[in-house]
């Protein structure tokens, strides 16, 4: 029990610890408009890791007799379309989604249960002697329950997200497949609205304009949001987020 209280008391210390730290850099940049992240390799960050997916098995390049066709190619003519490390490519993002749930349920049960003793290898006698004046064996036991329970539930959620944006090719997966990634930072006075896209694509489906949509995507993942005065307005306060992982009510 000590060791856990420690523990906790550690883990409280490093997280104002943190947030010491955290307001001291925004007290630096009072009077300074929000910074943007330094363009740079995403291979050469900290934790990323390359894309590692089923593959099929590998198919041998072979050349038809009189046959300008090649076995295995995905196209007979090259392009401008994205399709090596390093090429950029446009994301078409629109989302709308909208969900709808409304689920009830009620369940009710009851149940009744009588017990009478009249006799009992003729011990019931000395039961009499026993037991209280006037007890009665053939109502000895008498119980009843009744339990009901009701719960509903309701979701309407909807979502809407429509822009554009260009990523970079980051890996060719061994079936020809795509890993695209691209990130976007606009800063409109001390706000900084950030989008990143990443996830894997077939060159086939890219189109004649060097675009895709969002929908044709494996894998994608998509962030919008933002940061600055406005969003530190917005978020909960260091104190109430550890608060609400703490306390357990």
Known sequence: MPSKLVKAIAILGLTFLSAGCSHIDKLTEIGETPKLTAIESPIEKPGYRPVT???????????NPNSLWRNGSRSFFKDQRARRVGDIITVMIEITDKAEIDNASTRDRSGATSLGVDALAGYTALLKKILPTGADFSQLVDLNSTSTDKGSGTVDREEKLTTKMAAVVMQELPNG???IEGRQEIRVNTEIREIIVAGVIRPEDISSLNTID?????????SYGGRGHISNVQAPRYGTQVLDVLLPF
Request: glycine letters at 0%; proline letters at 13%.
């Open 53 to 63: 997916m089923p593959m099929p098995e590998p198919e041998e390049v072979s050349y």
């Open 214 to 222: 969002i929908s044709k995507i494996a894998e994608a993942r998509v």
């Open 177 to 179: 497949n795509l890993v």
